[in-house]
């Protein structure tokens, strides 16, 4: 049946009951509740459809009784359902649905009072079985900042009353009794109906999607869209309230027996394959869900469908099997952008192992939300390099808005009950994003940098809010126990919350913080040599020869301290003469991050250095460093760590550093080379049998280099016992089991 004939057929139908949303469907939405009143028109309109012959009429509202009775009661046969289903007015008098308790209402408003009057704007609204809390009117960089915090404190009293829930309405948030909703709207407009009665629903707020779910198959549910696409049970769409109205006279002009311009009925809403709609997910619903801000590869256009780039690093053989065994799906940015400033549809491929979802970020915010606010704040000052860090408004905004954006994303990927678990410094924000949008699984949060001390910390404007939405995850893994004190300290000295023993409480609800080490898999580092790489590292070695190899492996990053490596490496030469011809440096760095501006200078800072020290001390047969600008697969990695004498890993601050641990899994055990590592890599802890050293006293790290290079091999070999031991008790796979363990038993 074509969609005029499908309408005609509706709108002729005896008996018919119209159940229509007032906000955002009859009338536009409006800055004040008060600001937002039917006009003659509306009135009239209702007026003739609750007096048509066999159609009922009703208007099903948000909006307190009081209101709407003062808008609307006066229109005979018209019913009315304020509070989404708490007051039901039959025409004559009101009745109550549901008896809810005022005092715990009372204590919710009391909470959020002070909050709502320091922010110019927020408007605090009281109803007999909810409290909304509106934020239309509140501007500027304070509104983020505000949204979620308050969706923070009331998840956090929501945790402790299970019998209410929170809604996202238009530019609100509304907590609402459970047993209230306007779906049973649906069923007092049946009451004492032929069983024959059609419903019509209309709405455009998520809380419409209560009636739309309540109505039967014959029914037909008609979502106001706004002329923005999003997850609805409704089959049919309309623009805005002026299509409504425009359609609601079809209506009557229809039921009247003539005819109606097929433009003002509702389009049908294309379907939309990718995922089923909430309740009906069923046992396929991912149990799991991993977010980071980039996926670890996506499918690759040059290869034949369902293939994917080969997967590569520790992460992903981490969170592979824990995602398998549940289902699970994995979140990330698509690394791409779109020309808009909307952020992409979630698009997914689940064929391949993980199962990937992804979404494609505004062209804008890949500057303001990941080069800046992630990579030139947030990276440099969490590694404690505050000097060069100052702050944007407007990438703070971005931050805030991305973090919702992969909120809005995994809610409409997993159940409200479903684990989540989120990676790194690009997301602290998604816990509140999604405790916003109701979520009640457990969810949980791995830093893959070092914490700062508050001192570092409270440098940020937001600092606060960064702890309260990290106060929103249940679990918070860091790489040491020293993170976890500075993440212990700036809870205690920047927020009212308690910390005891493991345990951070605030306001009723607990959020834990916990070593969780990552590892590699060390076999990956344990495979015989490809041919055809064994032979190019045996032409590196012959070329060295007879000079000692030392080697450095590092995403060219700052905090990696390269510069550094090669000043001490030139004191070496300087201090100890006699290594001159007789040890060489090889440092390999992959490119990283070349659109932020400080790279592109340590670029140039490491090859001055490079040619300086080649300048100075190189001769006809001996090229003190060499430098490799380039990346290289797993295998030919392996073969470097194991031909070299030194691995020279001097960090001036790395959350974990798993090179470090490479290093040692790819070892000879018979004849090891020496791991001579930066004490402010997070590795130092597991791996205090390297040789220590400091990157801030090139003298220091000379003379550690120098000893590292004579070590006697009895020496070696029992250092590399006790670092392969420690490499081997955590790996990818123990740090993935544990954490999701812990995860798991939170809640
Ligand atoms: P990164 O800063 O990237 O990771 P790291 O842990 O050393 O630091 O991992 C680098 C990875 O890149 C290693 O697996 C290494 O093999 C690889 N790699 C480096 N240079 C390479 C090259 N030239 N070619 C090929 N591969 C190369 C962040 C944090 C770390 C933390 C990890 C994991 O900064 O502190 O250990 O996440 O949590």
């Not at 190899?549 to 090669?566: A, E, H, M, N, S």
């Amino acid at each position: 049946m074509d969609t005029t004939a499908y309408w005609q057929e509706i709108a002729r139908h005896s008996p018919l009951a119209l159940l229509l949303d007032m906000d955002g469907t009859l009338i536009p939405l409006a800055a004040t509740p008060d600001e937002a009143r039917p006009g003659a028109d509306v009135r009239e309109l209702l007026a003739a459809l609750a007096a048509a012959d066999g159609l009922r009429c009703a208007v099903v509202s948000g909006r307190p009784q009081g209101a709407l009775a003062d808008m609307l009661g006066d229109i005979p046969q018209l019913r009315l359902v304020a509070e989404h289903g708490m007051w039901r007015w039959d025409g004559a008098a009101w009745s109550a649905t549901a008896a809810v308790d005022a005092a715990t209402l009372d204590q919710l408003q009391s909470l959020l009072e002070p909050s709502v009057r320091a922010n110019p704007g927020a408007l605090l609204e009281r109803k007999s079985a909810s409290l909304c809390v509106h934020y239309r009117q509140v501007g500027g960089s304070g509104r983020e900042a505000f949204l979620v915090s308050t969706a923070a404190l009331l998840n956090l009293w929501l945790s402790a009353h299970e019998d209410y829930e929170l809604l996202e309405a238009a530019q609100a948030m509304e907590v609402r009794a459970r047993k209230v909703n306007k779906g049973s709207s649906v069923a007092w407009a049946r009451e004492g109906e032929p069983a024959d009665l059609l419903c019509v629903a209309i709405g455009d707020d998520v809380t419409d999607e209560d009636t739309f779910r309540a109505l039967a198959p014959g029914d037909a549910a008609i979502l106001v869209d706004h002329g923005r696409r999003r997850p609805t049970a409704a089959r049919w769409r309309l623009a805005d309230p002026d299509a409504v109205r425009g359609f609601l006279g079809a209506l009557l002009q229809l039921r009247r027996g003539g005819d109606a311009p097929a433009g003002l009925l509702p389009q049908p809403i294309a379907a939309r394959a990718p995922r089923p709609a909430p309740g009906a997910r069923g046992d396929r619903a991912p149990r799991l869900l991993a977010i980071s801000n980039r996926l670890p590869h996506l499918r690759d256009p040059a290869q034949p469908s369902g293939t994917r780039k080969q997967s590569v690093g520790g992460l992903v053989s981490a969170l592979e099997p824990v995602l398998a065994e549940r289902r699970g799906l994995w979140l990330g940015w698509s690394g791409k952008t779109t020309a808009e400033s909307e952020v992409g549809e979630v698009s997914t491929d689940d064929e391949g192992s993980p199962a990937l979802a992804w979404i494609d970020l505004p062209a804008d915010w890949e500057e303001r939300y990941y080069n800046g606010f992630c990579n030139r704040r947030l990276w440099p000052l969490f590694h404690s390099f505050p000097a060069h860090v100052r702050f944007r408004d407007d990438e703070w905004d971005a931050y805030t808005q991305a973090n919702q954006a992969f909120a809005e994303a995994a809610g409409s990927l997993v159940e409200p009950d479903a684990s989540v678990w989120v990676h790194d410094y690009h997301l602290l924000l998604v816990a509140s994003g999604l405790r916003q949008r109701g979520h009640r699984g457990p969810i949980g949060l791995f830093l893959h940098i070092p914490f700062p001390g508050a001192d570092v910390f409270e440098l940020i404007p937001w600092s606060r809010d960064l702890l309260a939405g990290l106060l929103d995850f249940d679990l918070v893994g860091f790489h040491t126990p020293a993170y976890v004190d500075n993440f212990h300290d700036c809870v205690s000295r920047l927020t009212s919350a308690r910390v005891s023993g493991g345990a951070i409480e605030h306001g009723g609800r607990v959020t834990r913080a916990r070593a969780f080490p990552l590892g590699i898999v060390p076999a990956s580092f344990q495979e015989p040599p490809d041919p055809a790489i064994a032979e190019e590292i045996a032409a590196l070695v012959e070329a060295l020869h007879p000079t000692r190899l030392v080697l450095g492996v590092d995403r060219l990053d700052y905090t990696k301290g390269i510069p550094d490596r090669l000043l001490a490496f030139e004191r070496l030469l300087q201090l100890y003469p006699e290594w001159r011809g007789q040890v060489s440096l090889v440092q390999v760095s992959v490119p990283s991050r070349e659109d932020v501006p400080e790279y592109a200078e340590q670029r140039q800072l490491i090859e001055n250095a490079v040619g300086r020290i080649n300048g100075e001390y190189g001769e006809a047969h001996w090229v003190p460093v060499r430098y490799l600008y380039r990346s290289y697969g797993r295998n030919h990695l392996a073969q470097l760590y194991r031909a070299a004498d030194v691995g020279y890993v001097t960090p001036l601050r790395d959350g974990m550093n798993l090179v470090a641990k490479e290093f040692v899994a790819a070892q000879d055990a018979d004849d090891p080379g020496v791991l001579l590592l930066s004490r402010f890599a997070g590795a130092a802890v597991e791996l205090a049998d390297a040789v220590l050293t400091n990157p801030y006293h090139p003298d220091g790290m000379a003379r550690d280099l120098d000893r590292a290079l004579r070590m006697e091999p009895a020496e070696r070999r029992t250092r590399h016992q006790a670092l392969l031991a420690a490499v081997s008790r955590t790996t990818a796979l123990t740090w993935a089991t544990d954490f999701m363990r812990a995860l798991e038993s939170v809640r």
